[in-house]
């Protein structure tokens, strides 16, 4: 057997692992993407193939293994400020809502990957605020979450190579923000990094432990789980949201067909979607 290659009952059966600890749902020609995400792992856990690989994650006394196959499947490309508009949005309209809470201003970044998200969050909050001295009297709490733990891991790193850095973030916001570490790359100052903090969740699962919220993103997500799976996930967010709250959705996702529990906000550009 040729070492990259994963036979059709293993990919199947990896399909089915996948959904059923994660809610990903794999195409039927995707073992290209399980190829490129998994062979690295081959030497890692000296394994002599793919297909190998797979029988023995389904195995469930391999923690270890299975935790790294989930880290390896579920990371994602992720931009600074990326679309743009859910910032400008921010700043622009709804931070102003917000300014005289005397309650902290609770905001959850619901796949926050290696934290470019939460951290693109704070920095707008950080600008509204320097634009509007004593906005949020009662303080700002974001929670940056995912299901992998190397993920997170990062994200509280808050050290990033230049390359990272060239994906939607601006020389100026690159020179407010950062500075020059020890290592050769540059680290998220502390005025930005406080502001957040992250946890592990697996979006199948209870999000009681996380409280009740003004703002979530759960931005290029839901594309990536079934229609029952998605619908389900949004009747959960819309559990955590205070009431009139705001929930936003990457620039290609909809609520259409899934739930009508929210009202859409046209903003001009983009699309937010306000708790009925």
Not at 221 to 244: A, C, D, M, R, W
Request: with cysteine.
């Amino acid at each position: 057997m040729v070492i990259n290659e994963i036979d059709n009952k293993s990919y199947d059966q990896f399909r089915s692992f996948l959904e059923q600890q994660c809610g990903i749902v794999l195409g039927e020609n995707k073992q290209y993407l399980v190829k490129s995400r998994l062979t690295p792992l081959l030497l890692k856990f000296d394994i002599s193939s793919l297909s190998a690989l797979v029988t023995q994650t389904l195995n469930p006394v391999n923690r270890q293994l299975r935790a790294a196959v989930i880290d390896a499947m579920t990371t994602n490309e992720t931009l600074w400020f990326r679309d743009e508009y859910p910032f400008e949005l921010l700043k622009k309209r709804i931070l102003a809502e917000f300014k005289n809470q005397r309650t902290p201003l609770r905001i959850w970044s619901a796949a926050s990957s290696s934290g470019q998200e939460p951290y693109s969050i704070a920095m707008a909050i950080y600008e509204f605020q320097q634009s509007n001295p004593g906005a949020f009297p009662g303080g700002v709490q974001i929670i940056g979450t995912d299901i992998s733990n190397t993920m997170l891991e990062q994200c509280k790193y808050a050290h990033y190579d230049n390359l990272a850095l060239s994906r939607g973030l601006s020389a100026e916001r690159k020179r407010k923000f950062f500075e020059t570490s020890e290592n050769g790359m540059l680290k998220l100052k502390d005025v930005i990094k406080n502001m957040v903090s992250f946890r592990q969740l697996n979006l199948l699962n209870s999000y009681s432990i996380m409280g009740r919220f003004d703002l979530v993103f759960c931005r290029n997500v839901l594309i990536y789980f079934s229609p029952e799976l998605k619908s389900k996930i949004i009747s959960q967010i819309h559990g955590t949201l205070n009431n009139g709250r705001y929930l936003f959705l990457g620039a290609s996702e909809s609520l259409s067909g899934i739930s009508q529990d929210f009202n859409m906000l046209r903003c001009s550009p983009g699309i937010i979607y306000q708790k009925k």
